[in-house]
Structure formats: structure tokens, C-alpha cells
């Protein structure tokens, strides 16, 4: 970003203790769900986000705003990780890590690390597409978080990355390069550009975001880890340094843990924003927004003088309704909405289109219909982040003995409840679950019959993302088992899914439909 010093005032916690939520302002977080390690850029009047997606497809979400607060999905980036082949299973924590987003040369790009395989490019001439195929910019170990950026000054462009210590024996260190303009290759083996060992207390250093602002060389990168860690700036007047630091966000005496790693973005008006996240365990990582100001000896101040804001007045905007990503469906002729996303992936005849409303979906036969974690047709959305109800219809179609489906909250621990069929033909309602440490679920209350052969399915999710099953197989709904506390995987919150399985074997075992699927207030 190259801009010009703005001084955009943020009152203090003395002036304004205790703020209210007013029709001129807004409430964090701005996005309650998993968005994880977001990144921003504007166009025109538009404001553009994205965030990990790690092994689910489609994967790199592209979500839209106009005002900075509300915020729609409107597509995916990447339609498969590749190589296809690394990712026909569930690999939970690895794939797509912290993009970053940028528009250069009339095009979109997006900059992703696979901590596997290396640094990967896509490009496209509009947000929606089409988006190139993966170019493989820099193949190695451990390489993360990768940014670009092109100086519009000198026409140079560079890149900085980060590092994960569980691939590569390296952490806490950032490396720049050159990079050519075309965003296809880079023009040296790079440089450690900032070393935080160098810098006392500093540790976990990450997620950079590279910018030009001032003359000075600009990245915006978090250290301290996620759920307890800051936001740090620095800055030189150089791109390989040396640098200066200043830790510009952290928690202070507010509750939101951890505030780091997110996107600087500035408004037409000139008013400076930061979206970042919070690490909110089931929940996943969420996103607040925070004003922005830079002071006289040039350095930036988020939030409220360094500590994340929790209402706040609107950005200088034209008024926007009120808008988040969608969660319901009524999968209409079987097409399932841009908010689902499966944990690996998909193959052809998962879900098959019809000329009614409703998902239907196959019962893939797979050797691991025991361990919800390691199928890859499990149809996934987030995990809202606010006390929650959420209803499906089910029907069971499959008559093969043992096919399955259900409605699930999957993490390192899952639970689900759902309909199976039986060795004599007749279908129950069956729930499920399995601890973290579990190799396969149990029962977690006993079966019933469900002569019709299809349910009414409800999980209210409570406080602390704590989930208590209902059902309804025409008798009126009634509880199930205990109640389930969600749980994320290491870096990924826990995730709502629809899936039909069946035992392994030959030849088709049949399908089941999903009809009405809500998310409404608890």
C-alpha cells in the first residue's frame, strides 16, 4: 500500500468507557465464524476478503463488502487443492494457510503457503474468475504465509514468507525476496528479514502482510502465539532490512485474546482500518475490525490506543443493510450453496441435481464410516459463533444394511445424530460420538426406531459451544445423550456437516436427502 500519513482520532478509554451499540455503530467481531487468518484489500468502492481454507474444497472463500461490516460470501477461489491426489482424504491442518490478497496490473491475486509443498499463485481479472491454476512459485518445507508486493515507486516486487517449525526446523524468522513483476518466479534465494530471536521476549513470528507506506517498507506480522500473542509493525527504509519494531495491538484489559494477523486496508475517504482475528477455540477464528491512525513520529495505532475495540463508530462509508455470510439452504435442485465446503476433495456423484428442492446425497461406501474425521464426503459449514439452533430434515433411502447419514459437529472430538439401517431392514435413529483420543465412535445414546424412515434433526449449541441433540421421528422431538462440548481441530474450529456413508463393499448403497437446513438464534 502506498498512501499518505493520515491522523485518523480514535478516542480513548477514558473519554468513552463504556460504549453502546448505536445505529452509527458497530460490534465486534464482524464476521462471528471461522474466517481464519483474513486478509483485505480494496477496489474501487469494494472491499474484498479472504482466509485459510486448509484442506476443504472449494477452498480459498472471497467475501465482499462495501462498508467494511457486512460482509456476503460471493465464491471460492480455488475449485481443488492440488496435487489432487495429496488431498483425496481429509488432511485437516495442512493445505491452504494464511493467503494474502491483492489487486496489481488490473488482476486479483492470492499468495498462499502449503506447509507440504511451498508457495503457491493464482490470479484472475475479476473476484469471481476465472482464477488461474496453482502456479507453484517456491517449492520447499515449512514455507508459510506468503505476501507480495509491488512497488509502484521503482517497479520492483518482492515477497516475504514465514516459517513452520514442524516442517522445516525453522520458526520465528521472516524471508524476503525479490520477486519478478509477473508474480511467476523469484530472483533470489532470499534473505531472513526479520529474526525474532534477535528481539527480546519475541517468539512464534508469523502471518506477515508487506506493504509501502511513507518511504518505508511496512510488515504488519503477529508473534506470541495465537490465543495469547500481539500485533507487531515494522518498518525500514530498505526491503531487506534492517527493520524496527513496535508491537501496535494486544489484548491489554479487554477479552479478546490474542489480537493479531489479519490485512491493513484504507478507505477512498483515507480513513485506515485492520481487520484480524481472535482465536475462539470450537469457534475458530474470528474477525474484528479495528479504526487505524498513524502518529506524528509515523508509526501506526490500532483499536483503542492498542487495544482491540468492542464497539465502535462505522467507517466513513455509504450505509450498507445488514449482511454475513448465508448459512440456510434449501439446496434448490440438489445445488448446495457457496457455504459448504467438503473436507477434501470432491468426486463426481457425491451429490446428485434433481428438479425439486432438497440435497441428496450418496451413500459412499468407505472403509472408515466408523471415524466421521477421515471421510472426505462430509458436506462442512462453520461452526456459528453465537448461541445457535440448527434443523435438518433427513430422509434414508439406501437400503443397504449399515448406510448411514446424519447431521454432524466435527472436530478432534464429533458427535451426530442421524438414521441407519439395519441388518433386518428397518431404520433407527442412532447418535454418535467419539472423544479426540478415540479411534472410533460409540454410541452416545440408545437406537430407536424410525419406522418412516426419515427425521426432523436438532442441535442447539449453548454457551462455550456446548451442543445438545434433539430429534423428532414423528412423535414430537425429544433430547439425546449428553450434551457435546465442540472441539476444533489444531488450527481449524469445529465445523457443522452433512454426509451419507455406507460400509465398504461393491456397487451402490443408495442415498439420502437433507430438505430445510436452518441456523437460527438460540
Known amino acids: ?57 472449494p477452498g480459498l472463500p472471497l467475501l465482499h463488502s462495501r462498508d467494511l461490516v457486512n460482509w456476503t460470501l460471493v465464491g471460492h477461489a480455488l475449485e481443488r487443492l492440488e496435487p489432487a491426489g495429496e488431498f483425496r482424504s481429509p488432511r485437516h491442518d495442512c493445505g491452504v494457510w494464511a493467503p494474502a490478497l491483492r489487486h496489481h496490473d488490473d488482476r486479483f491475486w492470492i499468495f498462499w503457503g502449503d506447509p507440504d509443498q511451498g508457495i503457491f499463485q493464482i490470479n484472475a481479472p475479476e473476484i469471481r474468475g476465472p482464477w488461474t491454476r496453482p502456479h507453484l512459485l517456491k517449492e520447499g518445507k515449512g514455507l508459510i504465509d506468503a505476501c507480495p508486493l509491488w512497488d509502484d515507486e521503482t517497479g520492483e516486487a518482492y515477497l516475504v514468507h514465514a516459517w513452520a517449525k514442524s516442517r522445516s526446523g525453522i520458526k520465528n524468522r521472516l524471508t524476503g525476496h525479490r520477486m519478478h513483476p509477473d508474480g511467476t518466479s523469484l530472483l533470489d534465494e532470499g534473505k531472513v528479514i526479520v529474526d525474532g530471536d534477535r528481539i527480546p521476549g519475541w517468539f512464534t513470528l508469523e502471518g506477515p502482510k508487506l506493504y509501502r507506506h511513507d518511504g518505508w517498507f511496512w510488515i504488519f506480522a503477529p508473534a506470541g502465539s495465537v490465543e495469547t500473542g500481539w500485533q507487531g509493525a515494522f518498518r525500514s527504509r ?106 477434501a476433495n470432491p468426486q463426481d456423484g457425491w451429490a446428485t441435481q434433481h428438479s425439486g ?72 435413529l442412532v447418535h454418535r460420538f467419539a472423544e479426540a483420543v478415540a479411534e472410533k465412535e460409540r454410541d452416545a445414546d440408545h437406537p430407536r426406531l424410525a419406522p418412516e424412515g426419515r427425521a426432523r434433526l436438532r442441535i442447539e449449541i449453548g454457551t462455550g459451544a456446548r451442543c445438545r441433540f434433539f430429534y423428532d421421528v414423528g412423535d414430537g422431538p425429544r433430547p439425546s445423550g449428553q450434551v457435546f462440548a465442540a472441539t476444533p481441530w489444531r488450527w481449524v474450529g469445529a465445523l457443522l456437516g452433512l454426509f451419507a456413508l455406507a460400509p465398504a463393499g461393491p456397487g451402490q448403497a443408495g442415498a439420502a436427502s437433507f430438505t430445510q437446513f436452518r441456523i437460527s438464534p438460540l
Open 238 to 343: 530498505g526491503f531487506f532490512g534492517p527493520y524496527e519494531e513496535k508491537i501496535v495491538l494486544e489484548q491489554k484489559d479487554t477479552d479478546v485474546n490474542g489480537p493479531h494477523q489479519g490485512g491493513w486496508v484504507r478507505t477512498p475517504s483515507g480513513e485506515d482500518w485492520f481487520l484480524h482475528f481472535q482465536q475462539r477455540g470450537a469457534y475458530g477464528r474470528v474477525v474484528h475490525l479495528q479504526p487505524m491512525r498513524w502518529t506524528a513520529d509515523g508509526w501506526p495505532v490500532l483499536g483503542d490506543e492498542g487495544a482491540p475495540v468492542a464497539v465502535y463508530e462505522k467507517p466513513d462509508l455509504p450505509p450498507q443493510q445488514a449482511a454475513a455470510p448465508a448459512t440456510d439452504d434449501d439446496f434448490p435442485g440438489g445445488r448446495f450453496g457457496r457455504q459448504w465446503q467438503w473436507t
Open 1 to 57: 500500500m502506498t498512501a499518505e500519513t493520515n491522523p485518523n482520532p480514535v478516542p480513548t478509554a477514558e473519554t468513552n468507557p463504556h460504549p453502546v451499540p448505536t445505529a452509527e455503530t458497530y460490534t465486534n467481531p464482524v464476521l462471528n465464524a471461522d474466517w481464519s487468518d483474513p486478509d483485505v484489500v480494496r477496489v474501487g468502492d469494494d472491499f474484498y476478503l479472504t482466509a485459510s481454507s486448509f484442506s476443504r474444497a
Open 357 to 428: 428442492d432438497g440435497l441428496r446425497l450418496a451413500c459412499v461406501r468407505s472403509a472408515d464410516a466408523h471415524d466421521l474425521r477421515k471421510v472426505p464426503s462430509v458436506l462442512t459449514q462453520r461452526l456459528p459463533g453465537v448461541p445457535s439452533v440448527v434443523e435438518v430434515e433427513l430422509t434414508l433411502h439406501g437400503e443397504e444394511p449399515g448406510a448411514r447419514a446424519g447431521l454432524a459437529v466435527l472436530g478432534d472430538a464429533f458427535s451426530w445424530i442421524g438414521l441407519q439401517r439395519g441388518a433386518d431392514g428397518t431404520v433407527h
